[in-house]
Every structure is written in C-alpha cells, then in structure tokens.
C-alpha cells in the first residue's frame, strides 16, 4: 500500500509540465491562423500578372521600377512612334500608294498613343492609391468572406484572363509583324531623321534602317497594345469576381435548402453594392476616355480612307485594320462585362420578390393545413392564444414578413451595377452607344457622297 501511494504521489510530479503555447510572433508562418486563408502565402495566384507586369516594365512596388516604367512608356510609347513617322519618305517607285500609306500608318498611330497613354496613367493611378493587383482585384482578404464555389471560380478566371488576352495579342502580333515587313521593305522609304543624322553623320549610313524601323515599331506596337489590354482585362477580371459573388447570392434564396435570414442577404449585397461603386469610380475616366479615343479615331479613319484616290490594300491600310480590331475587342471586353454584371445586379430584384412570395406561400400553407387538422372546439378555445402562437412560430422562421418586404425594397432602390457618373451602364446605354456610332458614320458617309 505504501509503495502504491508512493507511485500514485510520485506520478504527478514525473509528468512533465506543459510545454507554453508559442506567441503569435514566434509562431511559424504557415500555422499562424492570420495566414490560415491566405492563398497568396502559399500559392501566389497573381504570379502570372506580376511576372507580365515585370516583363512589360510596369512594375510600381519599388522606386527603380517607378523610374525604369516612366522611362520605358516615353520611349516605347511616345519617342519611337514619333520617331519612325519622321524618318518615313514616300517613293513612287517601290509603290504608288507610298503617300497614302504613310498618311494612314500616322492616322493609325495617333490613337495607339492616345489609349496607351490613357491606360499606363490609369494602372499608375491604380498602384499610387492601392498599392498593388491584390487591392485592386479585391483579394485583399474579401475572398476569406466567400464561399468555396467563388473562390473556385475566381481562379479559374484569372487563367482564363491571360488566355483571353493571349487570344487577342497574339494573332494580332503575326498580322501587324506581316505588314510592317511589307510596309517597311516594299512600300516606303525609310532614312534617319536630320536631328539624328546631324549628330552621327558616319554611322548613320552603316546601320539598316528598315530593321531598326521594323523591330521598333513592332516593339512599340506590342507595348501599347499590351498596356491597354491588361487594363480592359482587370476591368473584367474585376466584373467576374462580382458576378460569381452574385451568383452566391442567389443560392441563398434557396427555398428548398436553409434559407438565408433577411440580414445576412442585406450585408451580403452591401459587401458586393459597395464593391462595384469603387469599381465604378476607378474605371469611369478610362471607360468615357476610351470611347472618345476610338470615337474619333474610327471618324478620322472613316474620313481619311474616304478622301484617299489611291488603292486599298494590306500594305498601305493593314494599320487601320489591326488597330480597329484590337481597340475594338479590348473596348467591348469592358462594355460587355459591365453590362453582364448590371444586369445580374438587376435581377435580384425578381429573385428576391420570387424567394418573398414563396416563403409567405408556404407559412401561409402550413398554417391553413395545421388549423384544418385541428377541432372546431381546440379553435374556439384557442382562438384568444392564436395571435400568440403566430407571434412565437415566426421568430423562429428564417425571417419574418416585414424583414423580407424591407429587403425587397432595397433591392428595388440599390439594384444598379457598373455606373459612369450616374448613368448605369447596361445593355440600354450599349444600344445607345451604337445608334449615336452608326448615326456619325452615316452622316460622313452622306457627306463624303454629296462632295
């Protein structure tokens, strides 16, 4: 007996004590529960948006990236355009559409600049303010609120994305590359500019002037093209992480699975309401900026290529061609995306009527089928406790009549999308867009055909 007390006193002294629970600090990273939901500490889904950003010279996060960015879009975007329209001279005897195709190569130049500029200012404004892609996509821990089928979602975009991108940028690369060669070797002359021929008198004669001009522009044309394209494509990017957000919602107005209470709906689409009015207020310059670009960039077209008495053919207007079809795409990719999240915005004003009118159909069905199994007498006598027993089932029930009716109505009043300066941008105002287009081309065409 001694010898088991002894062993039974002794056994709380051999365990061992505890070891101290590590503070957060100490912690390691990958267990630290601030880290728990964070992707980007394991897996950095932005990779391929840095490492683009990185190759195009558009990196913001350091001083010298600033620097080297600026220095980059003045030469690629500003100085080499400039440049080659000045070193380029008509001769008849390589083509006789060689004047018209320098005229057309400067008329397609001026609105490549016009949207790069818009757009290198746009991503510049976007790093100065935000501070990087995470805020500006909203992964700056808004993904930790949502469910696993957006998250989901969200990175099969952002594959998809750079696809989208690659569609655009590529085949317009083999076709801008084609005519360039053509343009430089067969249709024009090309000779330094005199400020540059004046400085290096001697050296000038010895370099090929027409690979230079063809490597640069192609170069500069990459770049603008690239520049304005990420920025169509964040725009989105952006619209897609707040449809599928949409699409989460409408989940919840589930009849048949738990339904959702009325003010976890609310705080939801507040969430995402306030989402799209920052999204709204950082793209609305670039969206009105570009139209007026490609506005008058197409009118000018119109006019120049109307007014010409020469031949059109790929050497002397593939400019046109290319550029149109690239500004365009990239133009549209943001209307449309836009006008699909207006709309799923818009429609959860039905859904939400729907999902009102089944929960009252259904309390009011199961109230009639209880009271007709019930006795006249058990009503008659619980007819003065009937209010009461109404009153403590729906506390109980998801949400009660008026929360439903208050959410309807706010959805009524805050169902807009992607806005520019008030004017809600859906279909409608893609339509009226349009009409205004076709109305200028036509009266330039009436014009061009009375003269």
């Not at 009043?413 to 893609?430: A, K, P, Y």
Request: hydrophobic residues 50%.
């Amino acid at each position: 007996m001694d010898s088991e007390d002894e062993e039974q006193g002794s056994s709380p002294e051999s365990d061992p004590p505890p070891p101290p629970s590590p503070s957060p600090s100490q912690r390691p990273l990958l267990l630290n529960p601030a880290y728990a939901q964070c992707k980007s500490v394991i897996h950095d889904e932005l990779r391929s948006f840095r490492v683009f950003l990185q190759w195009c010279a558009l990196d913001h996060s350091t001083r010298a990236g600033r620097a080297a960015s600026y220095a980059v879009f003045v030469a690629l975007a500003l100085l080499v355009p400039a440049a080659v329209s000045l070193s380029l001279l008509a001769d008849a005897a390589l083509s006789p559409a060689s004047a018209s195709a320098i005229t057309f190569n400067r008329v397609a130049q001026a609105p490549a600049t016009g949207l790069a500029v818009i757009s290198f200012a746009t991503l510049a404004a976007f790093f100065r303010r935000l501070g990087g892609l995470r805020k500006l996509l909203f992964l700056d821990g808004a993904l930790r609120d949502d469910t696993a089928f957006v998250r989901r979602g969200y990175a099969r975009e952002l594959d998809r994305a750079f696809r989208t991108m690659a569609a655009l940028l590529l085949p317009s690369l083999c076709v801008e590359a084609a005519h360039k060669a053509t343009f430089f070797f067969c249709t024009v002359r090309v000779e330094p500019p005199a400020a540059v021929a004046s400085v290096f008198p001697f050296s000038m004669l010895l370099l090929p002037w027409r690979a230079v001009a063809l490597v640069a522009t192609v170069a500069s044309w990459v770049y603008r093209t690239g520049v304005f394209l990420l920025v169509c494509v964040l725009f989105r990017l952006t619209c897609e992480l707040q449809i599928l957000r949409f699409e989460g919602i409408y989940s919840m107005f589930d009849v048949e699975a738990r339904p959702a209470a009325a003010a976890e709906i609310f705080a939801e689409h507040r969430r995402i309401r306030t989402q799209l009015l920052a999204t709204s207020h950082r793209y609305r310059v670039f969206i009105i900026c570009c139209l007026v670009t490609i506005t008058v960039s197409q009118l000018g077209t119109l006019l120049v290529a109307l007014s010409s008495r020469d031949a059109k053919s790929f050497s002397n207007t593939g400019d046109l061609l290319v550029g149109s079809a690239v500004q365009l795409s990239g133009f549209f990719m943001c209307l449309l995306g836009a006008a699909r999240i207006t709309h799923r915005a818009q429609r959860m004003v039905s859904i939400a009527s729907q999902w009102h009118m089944s929960m009252e159909s259904s309390m009011h069905h199961g109230k009639s089928s209880s009271l007709a199994t019930t006795s006249a007498s058990d009503v008659i006598d619980a007819s003065s406790g009937s209010s009461t027993a109404v009153s403590l089932a729906e506390p109980g029930a998801p949400c009660s009549y008026r929360s439903r009716q208050a959410l309807v109505t706010y959805l009524r009043h805050n169902g807009g999308g992607i806005t520019l300066f008030g004017f809600t941008l859906d279909r409608r105002l893609l339509h009226t867009i349009f009409v205004f287009e076709m109305t200028l081309v036509l009266w330039i065409l009436s014009k061009v055909v009375v003269l």
